[in-house]
């Protein structure tokens, strides 16, 4: 039998797929030049002609019969009706019209936020925001669920939002690093994957190699697995919440031991004394000692003042995940992480300062030049100049002209009518999911453009079929990549999907914006365009990228490494006159004179000790004694592939694990296999019970991503089946300067699950009514 390989790429990895007769796929093979690809290269595999994929368009049966009426509605809980492409887009089209004449473009909201495509011509966030942007603008969102919270604190301090980049590469590390302290660890599972694709993975090899270099390693985190054993590190447990208290104390042990670097503070820093007052207890009558942070974190105080002198005394780099930051006060460890190593004077040298988001991502420790250019779609410009925080869309929807504190500013909420969401599953992103589904329910209209029938899809009111990566011409440029890669068409778009881009274009011609939109490009068109003006770009920066037909025949253009990495803050080291920060001070800012304008109690000018919402040392804890931490899946990116055979592998009887302490499971009766009933004020969701020995006591984890599953459809409140953490999170932003998601501040009972299982229906298509009643029908 004759087979063909074909090359395509995913947010997991570079792989080619075989195919045989008639486009069956056979195989998918890893791209050569990856030394360790992604086990989840496969789950596109098996989902791409699963019977979860949608067909054709749909629309709520509810809705075809009222279309755009007011709320609430009872999305979710009604059966779909099959509809062609053009009733679809007219129904669409029309529901614009009436929406911008009769509420203007604020009432639409564009924020759409995910990760369905590693290409850049259909990557889906970027097409729906062109196409809304040229009907006159929309609502879009303001930060992101990944680092929010540093992304709005870090401008303050070092006049910078380019998180991604404040990191250290591997060969910074391996050559120059001595110690390596990391609160929140850096599980390898989380280097499968790159937002714009990845090309190779190098990280398991990494950590190896640092080992072998002699760089030690501590992991000061609630679960020892986030830190590979391959590095032999040391674990020291911590209450979740409570890293900007141990770091408080590591500061108090250099101040009084007098082992910071005050040169380097008067230098290049403002703010230190103010702050040395505040860690003294001079200015609240609490010294900020290890046996301070002891009582609060549960680190021995005496391991503290070791690692003190110890990071003192070596060549060290701090590194902070981003999942600690995800949480009540999360910008107070990043503002300490960067205090501490300004404190230890060690900031822009090779291997040494601050990282946030070691390894948060698969090319964050790659070496490679900064100037890559990438070919993109333009989005065009937007008119509507009001946002929402990512951190607070069900007070956005929930709360229209109401006014939210943001990062100095009063931002009045507009009245959001119209929501489309292409490529990401809010139910899957959001906290406090009940209230996501109540906010849902009072929008006169939800459009979805999507691959398979998930839980966005599922909560429509217009469905359109989208294609995967697989089904269409595009490329991979990802910002932490040096490489351009082709992503080629494998298989014909699976019966009546089309792609991202043409869903928009069909909609933008009905709406009168279709030139614009299309620039009179198809999609070969287009992806000549968008790389030969980031060839001229590459070229005029010194690469050789070959013109396009070369490219795409050859299937990739490899950029050269650089011959050193320069450090993180470096340049402004070297001279911090002529290379001044973008902070008011032009220098690393540990008080903020413009944070501390702000007034905010949540987010004082300076790193503070601030209690959680929700933590194992408030009186919550006597109601509901876990911490809940919701980490990221291993055989899943996010909520994507959770129906892939390796998704629906790691479950147990059907529902996602949750981990627990061999201690906390002894003391309730659980045992491995349990289903269990995890619960707080905000939801509750069922879960299976997987025993471990290297969790904090008291501390349980349930990975994100498990489709939500509620036991009645459309309410509210109603049990989930299928282990979704975010029932349980709180929707509360991180501090006011943020508004930034605190997932990780969550606290929960869990009990036995009693009586009968209820079946998990998450992979499951919704009821569909096969012969759709005419126009007539539907409007009585």
């Not at 993109?376 to 504190?405: C, H, Q, W, Y």
């Not at 929700?614 to 990221?632: D, T, V």
């Amino acid at each position: 039998m004759k087979t063909t390989l074909t090359q395509t790429a995913s947010h997991w990895g570079v792989y080619n797929v075989e195919t045989g007769e008639a486009g069956a796929i056979l195989n998918v093979h890893p791209f050569e030049g990856d030394r360790e690809p992604s086990v989840l290269i496969r789950g596109l595999q098996s989902m791409v002609r699963s019977s979860l994929r949608i067909d054709q368009p749909y629309v709520r049966q509810g809705y075809l019969r009222n279309p755009g009426a007011k709320g609430p509605h009872n999305r979710g809980g009604e059966p779909f009706v099959p509809v062609s492409w053009d009733r679809a887009l007219d129904l669409v089209a029309d529901e614009f019209r009436r929406v911008k004449a009769e509420h203007g473009n604020e009432a639409i909201y564009g924020g759409s936020y995910g990760w369905a495509s590693a290409g850049r011509l259909n990557h889906a966030p970027s097409v729906l925001k062109r196409f809304l942007g040229l009907y006159g603008g929309y609502v879009d969102k303001r930060g992101n669920h990944s680092f929010g919270a540093a992304l709005a604190l870090m401008p303050h301090v070092i006049g910078s939002a380019d998180i991604p980049d404040m990191v250290t590469s591997w060969r910074s590390v391996i050559e120059n690093s001595e110690l390596v302290v990391m609160f929140g660890g850096a599980h390898v599972k989380n280097m499968q994957i790159d937002s714009g694709g990845a090309v190779t993975h190098e990280n398991n090899s990494g950590f190896m190699r640092a080992r072998a270099a002699g760089v030690k390693f501590i992991n000061i985190s609630p679960s020892k697995r986030d830190l590979t054993d391959a590095v032999e590190a040391e674990w020291h447990m911590i209450r979740p919440g409570t890293d900007t208290a141990m770091m408080l104390a590591i500061a108090y042990t250099l101040a009084v031991e007098r082992l910071l670097d005050r040169r380097f503070l008067d230098r290049y820093c403002v703010g230190y004394k103010r702050f040395e007052r505040y860690l003294l207890g001079e200015t609240d009558g609490q010294p900020k000692t290890p046996e301070w942070a002891a009582a609060i974190t549960k680190v021995d105080a005496r391991f503290i003042v070791k690692l003190a002198r110890r990071m003192a005394s070596s060549r060290t780099l701090i590194a902070t995940s981003w999942s600690v930051q995800r949480a009540d006060h999360g910008e107070q460890p990043v503002w300490m992480t960067v205090t501490l190593a300004a404190m230890l004077g060690q900031i822009g040298r090779p291997g040494c300062g601050f990282a946030l988001g070691f390894g948060a991502t698969n090319g964050s420790l790659a070496s490679r030049f900064k100037d890559i250019p990438r070919p993109t779609i333009s989005l065009g410009p937007n008119a509507i100049k009001s946002v929402g925080p990512a951190g607070r869309t069900n007070d956005l929807l929930l709360r229209p002209g109401d006014e939210l504190d943001f990062n100095g500013m009063k931002m009045k909420l507009p009245d959001i009518k119209l929501l489309y969401s292409a490529g990401g599953n809010p139910f899957h992103h959001n906290a406090n999911i009940n209230r996501l589904v109540q906010s849902w329910q009072r929008l006169d209209t939800v459009i979805v453009n999507e691959p398979w029938w998930n839980p966005a899809a599922k909560h429509a009111d217009v469905v359109f079929p989208a294609t995967t990566t697989m089904e269409r011409n595009d490329i991979l440029a990802a910002e932490q990549q040096s490489a351009w890669m082709a992503m080629k068409k494998v298989i014909e778009p699976y019966r009546g999907a089309r792609n991202d881009f043409d869903i928009f274009a069909d909609l933008a011609s009905r709406l009168g914006i279709g030139d614009a939109y299309t620039e009179g490009r198809d999609e070969m068109a287009w992806l000549r365009h968008m790389y030969d003006e980031a060839r001229s770009t590459a070229v005029e920066r010194g690469y050789g990228p070959p013109p396009f037909d070369e490219f795409w025949e050859k299937g990739s253009y490899h950029f050269p490494l650089p011959p050193s990495d320069n450090p993180l803050l470096a340049d402004y080291v070297e001279d911090p006159v002529a290379n001044r920060l973008k902070t008011p001070s032009g220098r690393i800012e540990i008080f903020s004179e413009n944070v501390d304008s702000f007034g905010y109690d949540d987010c004082p000018g300076h790193p503070t000790w601030l209690e959680p919402a929700e933590w194992l040392g408030s009186p919550l804890a006597r109601r509901f004694p876990f911490h809940l931490l919701s980490n990221q899946p291993s055989k899943r990116l996010h909520s994507q592939l959770d129906a892939s055979p390796e998704s629906r592998k790691t479950k147990i009887q059907g529902r996602e694990p949750i981990e627990i302490a061999r201690v906390d499971a002894t003391a309730r009766g659980f045992k491995d296999g349990d289903i269990v009933r995890v619960f707080n004020d905000r939801g509750a969701t069922l879960a299976g019970v997987r025993v471990v020995d290297d969790l904090f006591p008291s501390v349980v984890m349930i990975a994100t991503g498990a489709w939500y599953d509620p036991q009645y459809p459309g309410h509210p409140g109603s049990l989930e089946k299928h282990g979704n953490p975010n029932v349980l999170t709180l929707d509360k932003g991180a501090s006011r300067v943020a508004q930034s998601i605190a997932a990780q501040t969550v606290l929960v009972g869990i009990e036995l699950h009693e009586g009968p299982l209820p079946e998990v229906t998450a992979f499951d298509r919704p009821p569909i009514i096969d012969q759709p009643p005419d126009n007539e029908t539907l409007k009585q």
